[in-house]
């Protein structure tokens, strides 16, 4: 099956600066790579996605890129704000079975 | 907005005893699925529904069972409970299998003791 690794596991920077997450994946069949965010005691929710005919994709502060030879892919937060301050979550999955593979997530810690 | 709910919101039982985590989803979605998340190992999944009867295993499946006889609902049955399944779960949802995002209910915490 389908294998995401996902690093570092903390990330500490300050408030303006930027972050990176970096994924892999293993199943070359994977075609949508979405990113969750989860705040303390809440549940995960959808911040950006990104699909393999796609090599980068931005929302304001936020960016996805996309390296399908590679098997890698990151999240990029610019201009850090403590309430970005969680834990991220990459995750890959495979169209025909709908079925989200998750990496062990990123906790982000932006300091003022 | 109910969208998504998860019941009970915490739970503790003990070990050997069954018992069972609801999910409701308002949004007619065709695919649910339950994840468990422990410190560690991020999300993993252990069931999920193509549509009304219509389940299949996950990653991590043993000690669980689930039904899916109405759309809107997908229990989670742990049938004896161990130690080893106290976590947070969640259950999700999305409209197709054409990588449709995947809205996330409020979670369960459950412990065994």
């Known amino acids: 099956g389908e294998n995401v690794e996902q690093h570092p596991s903390t990330l500490s920077v300050q408030e303006g600066d930027s972050a990176v997450i970096k994924c892999t994946y293993s199943d070359s069949a994977s075609n949508y790579f979405p990113w969750y965010k989860q705040e303390l005691g809440k549940r995960p929710q959808l911040i950006i996605d990104?699909?393999?005919?796609?090599g980068e994709k931005k929302d304001q502060r936020i960016a996805v890129t996309l390296n399908k030879t590679a098997k890698h892919f990151s999240l990029h937060i610019t201009e850090t704000q403590p309430e970005d301050s969680a834990v991220y979550f990459c995750?890959?999955?495979?169209?025909?079975?709908?079925?989200?593979?998750f990496g062990k997530g990123t906790m982000l810690l932006v300091s003022p | 907005d109910a969208g998504i709910t998860q019941s009970p919101r915490y739970k503790i039982t003990e070990t050997g005893r069954q018992v069972t985590l609801m999910c409701h989803q308002t949004w007619s979605h065709s695919y649910m699925f339950w994840y468990r998340q422990d410190l560690g190992h991020g999300l993993r999944l252990i069931y999920y529904?193509?549509?009304?009867?219509?389940?299949d295993k996950g990653e991590v499946p043993d000690g669980y069972v689930v039904s899916r006889s109405k759309t809107e609902n997908f229990p989670l049955t742990l049938e004896s409970a161990t130690r080893s399944q106290t976590s947070v779960y969640f259950c999700?949802?999305?409209?197709?299998?054409?990588?449709?995002?995947?809205?996330f209910g409020q979670g369960t915490r459950l412990t065994v003791v």
């Open positions: 990104i699909r393999s005919n796609v």
């Open positions: 995750a890959a999955s495979i169209k025909r079975y709908s079925t989200l593979t």
């Open positions: 999700a949802s999305s409209a197709s299998s054409k990588n449709t995002e995947a809205f």
């Open positions: 529904s193509a549509a009304a009867d219509i389940t």
